[in-house]
Protein backbone atom coordinates (compact mmCIF):
# COMPACT_ATOMS: atom_id res chain seq x y z
CA UNK A 1 0.00 0.00 0.00
CA UNK A 2 2.60 2.85 0.77
CA UNK A 3 4.33 2.24 -2.53
CA UNK A 4 1.46 2.50 -4.97
CA UNK A 5 -1.50 3.81 -3.09
CA UNK A 6 -3.86 4.96 -5.76
CA UNK A 7 -3.63 1.35 -6.91
CA UNK A 8 -4.59 -0.33 -3.54
CA UNK A 9 -7.32 2.51 -2.56
CA UNK A 10 -9.15 1.85 -5.55
CA UNK A 11 -8.71 -2.31 -5.19
CA UNK A 12 -9.99 -2.11 -1.23
CA UNK A 13 -13.10 0.06 -2.20
CA UNK A 14 -14.19 -2.09 -5.11
CA UNK A 15 -13.42 -5.94 -4.07
CA UNK A 16 -15.91 -5.08 -1.35
CA UNK A 17 -18.98 -2.85 -0.94
CA UNK A 18 -19.28 -2.15 2.75
CA UNK A 19 -16.04 -1.10 3.53
CA UNK A 20 -16.21 2.39 5.90
CA UNK A 21 -12.99 3.70 6.26
CA UNK A 22 -10.51 3.50 3.83
CA UNK A 23 -7.15 1.54 3.58
CA UNK A 24 -4.94 3.95 4.79
CA UNK A 25 -7.37 4.62 7.97
CA UNK A 26 -7.45 0.76 8.44
CA UNK A 27 -6.05 -0.79 11.33
CA UNK A 28 -2.86 -3.34 10.70
CA UNK A 29 -3.67 -7.30 10.64
CA UNK A 30 -2.34 -8.50 13.70
CA UNK A 31 -1.37 -12.14 13.58
CA UNK A 32 -0.55 -15.09 16.17
CA UNK A 33 2.09 -17.55 15.38
CA UNK A 34 -0.19 -20.12 15.19
CA UNK A 35 -1.20 -18.26 12.07
CA UNK A 36 1.93 -17.90 10.67
CA UNK A 37 3.57 -21.27 11.29
CA UNK A 38 2.44 -24.28 8.85
CA UNK A 39 4.29 -27.04 11.20
CA UNK A 40 3.48 -29.52 8.23
CA UNK A 41 5.00 -27.06 5.43
CA UNK A 42 8.09 -26.39 8.05
CA UNK A 43 8.85 -30.08 8.59
CA UNK A 44 8.59 -30.43 4.60
CA UNK A 45 10.86 -28.26 3.96
CA UNK A 46 13.36 -29.13 6.77
CA UNK A 47 13.29 -32.77 4.89
CA UNK A 48 14.18 -31.55 1.77
CA UNK A 49 17.03 -29.30 3.19
CA UNK A 50 18.25 -32.39 5.30
CA UNK A 51 18.27 -34.42 1.80
CA UNK A 52 19.76 -31.41 -0.33
CA UNK A 53 22.74 -31.05 2.09
CA UNK A 54 23.39 -34.98 2.69
CA UNK A 55 23.28 -35.04 -1.09
CA UNK A 56 26.06 -32.12 -1.19
CA UNK A 57 28.36 -32.80 1.27
CA UNK A 58 28.77 -36.44 -0.27
CA UNK A 59 29.30 -34.93 -3.12
CA UNK A 60 32.09 -32.40 -1.97
CA UNK A 61 33.63 -35.00 0.19
CA UNK A 62 34.15 -37.12 -2.50
CA UNK A 63 35.01 -35.05 -5.18
CA UNK A 64 32.33 -34.63 -7.69
CA UNK A 65 32.71 -32.50 -10.13
CA UNK A 66 30.41 -29.76 -9.31
CA UNK A 67 28.31 -29.48 -12.82
CA UNK A 68 27.59 -33.19 -13.05
CA UNK A 69 23.98 -34.38 -11.96
CA UNK A 70 24.58 -37.72 -10.85
CA UNK A 71 21.69 -40.27 -10.67
CA UNK A 72 19.90 -40.93 -7.33
CA UNK A 73 18.54 -44.40 -5.96
CA UNK A 74 15.76 -44.55 -3.04
CA UNK A 75 16.28 -47.29 -1.92
CA UNK A 76 13.31 -47.29 0.90
CA UNK A 77 11.14 -44.12 2.05
CA UNK A 78 8.04 -43.43 4.47
CA UNK A 79 5.00 -41.97 2.97
CA UNK A 80 5.93 -38.75 4.70
CA UNK A 81 9.21 -39.01 2.82
CA UNK A 82 7.56 -39.73 -0.75
CA UNK A 83 5.30 -36.85 -0.45
CA UNK A 84 8.25 -34.44 0.62
CA UNK A 85 9.98 -35.48 -2.02
CA UNK A 86 7.30 -34.97 -4.78
CA UNK A 87 6.22 -31.58 -3.08
CA UNK A 88 9.99 -30.49 -3.52
CA UNK A 89 11.78 -32.45 -6.29
CA UNK A 90 12.42 -29.54 -8.95
CA UNK A 91 13.88 -27.29 -5.65
CA UNK A 92 15.92 -30.59 -4.52
CA UNK A 93 17.10 -31.77 -7.63
CA UNK A 94 18.64 -28.55 -8.80
CA UNK A 95 19.84 -27.57 -6.02
CA UNK A 96 21.79 -31.02 -5.14
CA UNK A 97 22.49 -31.05 -8.59
CA UNK A 98 21.06 -34.64 -8.79
CA UNK A 99 19.53 -36.35 -12.03
CA UNK A 100 17.12 -39.02 -12.01
CA UNK A 101 15.62 -40.48 -8.88
CA UNK A 102 14.51 -44.16 -9.53
CA UNK A 103 13.17 -46.71 -7.02
CA UNK A 104 15.20 -50.29 -5.99
CA UNK A 105 15.37 -51.87 -3.31
CA UNK A 106 19.34 -52.62 -3.29
CA UNK A 107 22.01 -49.76 -3.55
CA UNK A 108 23.83 -50.21 -6.71
CA UNK A 109 27.26 -51.63 -6.67
CA UNK A 110 29.78 -48.63 -5.70
CA UNK A 111 27.69 -46.42 -4.04
CA UNK A 112 27.20 -44.38 -1.52
CA UNK A 113 24.36 -44.02 1.38
CA UNK A 114 22.50 -40.60 2.41
CA UNK A 115 20.08 -41.05 4.88
CA UNK A 116 17.24 -38.71 5.90
CA UNK A 117 14.07 -38.85 8.23
CA UNK A 118 12.00 -41.78 6.92
CA UNK A 119 14.05 -42.28 3.76
CA UNK A 120 17.44 -43.83 2.58
CA UNK A 121 18.74 -43.06 -0.68
CA UNK A 122 21.92 -44.01 -2.77
CA UNK A 123 24.48 -42.10 -4.61
CA UNK A 124 26.05 -44.44 -7.86
CA UNK A 125 29.29 -42.73 -7.52
CA UNK A 126 31.59 -45.86 -8.60
CA UNK A 127 31.72 -44.74 -12.03
CA UNK A 128 31.65 -41.37 -11.56
CA UNK A 129 34.79 -41.22 -9.87
CA UNK A 130 38.47 -42.59 -9.91
CA UNK A 131 37.83 -44.13 -5.89
CA UNK A 132 41.60 -44.98 -5.80
CA UNK A 133 42.57 -41.91 -6.60
CA UNK A 134 40.65 -39.85 -4.52
CA UNK A 135 40.98 -42.48 -1.77
CA UNK A 136 45.04 -41.30 -1.98
CA UNK A 137 44.41 -37.97 -2.32
CA UNK A 138 42.14 -37.98 0.96
CA UNK A 139 44.68 -39.92 2.62
CA UNK A 140 47.48 -37.66 1.64
CA UNK A 141 45.63 -34.48 3.11
CA UNK A 142 44.59 -36.46 5.75
CA UNK A 143 48.84 -37.34 6.98
CA UNK A 144 49.29 -33.58 6.29
CA UNK A 145 46.57 -32.58 8.85
CA UNK A 146 47.92 -35.10 11.31
CA UNK A 147 51.08 -33.55 11.44
CA UNK A 148 49.95 -30.34 12.13
CA UNK A 149 47.54 -31.38 14.65
CA UNK A 150 50.50 -33.03 16.45
CA UNK A 151 52.20 -29.80 16.17
CA UNK A 152 49.11 -27.79 17.64
CA UNK A 153 49.07 -30.82 20.58
CA UNK A 154 52.33 -30.75 21.01
CA UNK A 155 52.46 -26.58 21.88
CA UNK A 156 49.32 -26.46 24.06
CA UNK A 157 50.70 -29.57 26.33
CA UNK A 158 53.73 -27.95 26.65
CA UNK A 159 54.19 -26.10 29.86
CA UNK A 160 56.33 -23.43 28.42
CA UNK A 161 54.49 -22.33 26.02
CA UNK A 162 51.32 -22.44 28.19
CA UNK A 163 53.26 -20.20 30.59
CA UNK A 164 54.62 -17.46 28.38
CA UNK A 165 52.57 -17.24 25.65
CA UNK A 166 49.80 -14.46 26.21
CA UNK A 167 46.23 -16.04 26.73
CA UNK A 168 45.07 -14.75 23.44
CA UNK A 169 47.73 -16.71 21.55
CA UNK A 170 46.90 -19.72 23.41
CA UNK A 171 43.01 -18.94 22.98
CA UNK A 172 43.78 -19.04 18.90
CA UNK A 173 45.97 -21.84 19.02
CA UNK A 174 42.85 -24.10 20.82
CA UNK A 175 40.23 -22.40 18.25
CA UNK A 176 42.88 -23.66 15.54
CA UNK A 177 43.14 -26.87 16.85
CA UNK A 178 39.38 -27.03 16.79
CA UNK A 179 39.14 -26.57 13.71
CA UNK A 180 41.85 -28.96 12.41
CA UNK A 181 39.78 -31.92 14.37
CA UNK A 182 36.88 -30.90 12.94
CA UNK A 183 38.96 -31.23 9.53
CA UNK A 184 39.77 -34.57 10.46
CA UNK A 185 36.71 -35.91 11.38
CA UNK A 186 35.43 -35.27 7.65
CA UNK A 187 38.11 -36.15 5.82
CA UNK A 188 37.93 -39.59 7.86
CA UNK A 189 34.13 -39.80 6.94
CA UNK A 190 35.01 -39.25 3.53
CA UNK A 191 37.45 -42.30 3.35
CA UNK A 192 34.64 -44.34 5.06
CA UNK A 193 32.44 -43.08 2.72
CA UNK A 194 35.11 -44.54 -0.23
CA UNK A 195 35.28 -47.79 1.47
CA UNK A 196 31.65 -48.23 1.14
CA UNK A 197 32.41 -47.62 -2.59
CA UNK A 198 34.75 -50.05 -3.14
Same mark, same amino acid.
Given at each position: ???? &????? $?? @???????????????? @? &???????? #?????????? @???????????????????????????????????? *??? *???????????????????????????????????? /???????????? +???? #???????????????????????????? &? $? +????????????? +?????????????? /????
Amino acid at each position: HPFM &PFITE $EL @WGTLADNRTKMLVHAD @W &PTYTAADL #VDDAADAELN @WAISLIEGIRSARAQMNVPVGLYVPVVMQEADAGAK *AAL *ANNQTLITRLARIGDITESAEAPKGSITITTKGATF /ALPLADIIDVDA +EKAR #VEKVLGKLQKELGGLRGRLNNPKFAESA &P $E +EVIEETRANLALR +EEEEAQLKAALARL /AEIG
